[in-house]
Every structure is written in structure tokens, then in C-alpha cells.
């Protein structure tokens, strides 16, 4: 076989600052692309004649492929350790938002629903970083 060099380098694995960047641009892209998404919803609600009950599931629904997206970029940037870095964007991603959500509300009481959110951001976000792998 005919092999130029140069085309079985695997690339090298990030590290330190670079790895660092990646996970920032990820969850960057998540709270944007959940910005945008729940402007669109907001305008959809506001428009037309959707019922407001529906409110909760559209958020829950938008953060979670906010979560996956922002992960599967990181993931399929880093290109290993997709659970763990996926992870960790939704992990981020889920406090980032409790904490704009410390503003709107004046209290959040630490118990089983505070920790259910950041368990099911892991969990999305590991899926998604994942996914991001292996594209």
C-alpha cells in the first residue's frame, strides 16, 4: 500500500489551556442557542394562541438541547472523554442558570429538586458529549 506520510497522525489530545477553552466555547454556545430558543418560544407564546401551562416543558425541553448541543461541540472538539467533559458543560450550564435564577428569585432552598437539576444536567450533557465523540 501507497502510505504518504503523515496521514496516520492521530491528533494530539487537548490539555491545559486549550481544553479549558473548548469547555468555555461550549457552554457559551449552550446559553446562547438557550437564549435564542426561548426568545423564539417567547414570541410563539406571545403570537399565537398556545396555552401558557405548556411554560415549564418548553423550558425544560429548550435547556436540555441547549445542554446536548453545547456538549456534543465539546465533545466532538476534545474527541475523548465525551460523558465526562459533556458532563461537565451540563453540569456548568445547570448552575450557570440556577444562579441567573438566584437573581429572579431571593431564595433557592438546597434539597432533592436543586440536586435533581445538576444530576440531570450531568447526565444530558455526558449523553451529548458522548454523541459529540463519536460524530
Same mark, same amino acid.
Given at each position: ?12 489530545? &487537548? ?9 468555555? #466555547? ?5 446559553? +446562547? &442557542? ?7 418560544? +417567547? ?32 465533545? #466532538? ?26 437573581? +429572579? ?11 435533581? #437539576? ?7 450533557? +455526558? ?9
Amino acid at each position: 500500500m501507497n502510505r504518504q506520510p503523515g496521514y496516520s497522525v492521530a491528533p494530539q489530545p &487537548l490539555t491545559g489551556h486549550g481544553l479549558f477553552m473548548v469547555l468555555l #466555547k461550549g457552554i457559551a454556545l449552550a446559553l +446562547a &442557542l438557550s437564549a435564542l430558543l426561548l426568545f423564539i418560544a +417567547a414570541l410563539v407564546l406571545y403570537f399565537t394562541a398556545v396555552p401558557e401551562k405548556i411554560t415549564p416543558y418548553l423550558v425544560f425541553g429548550v435547556s436540555l438541547t441547549a445542554i446536548m448541543s453545547g456538549a456534543c461541540f465539546a465533545g #466532538k472538539r476534545i474527541g475523548y472523554r465525551g460523558w465526562l467533559y459533556g458532563g461537565v458543560v451540563g453540569f456548568i450550564y445547570v448552575a450557570l442558570m440556577l444562579v441567573i435564577g438566584l437573581f +429572579a428569585l431571593d431564595n433557592i432552598t438546597v434539597g432533592w429538586n436543586l440536586l435533581s #437539576k445538576l444530576f440531570l444536567g450531568f447526565v444530558f450533557g +455526558a449523553t451529548g458529549g458522548m454523541w459529540g465523540v463519536n460524530r
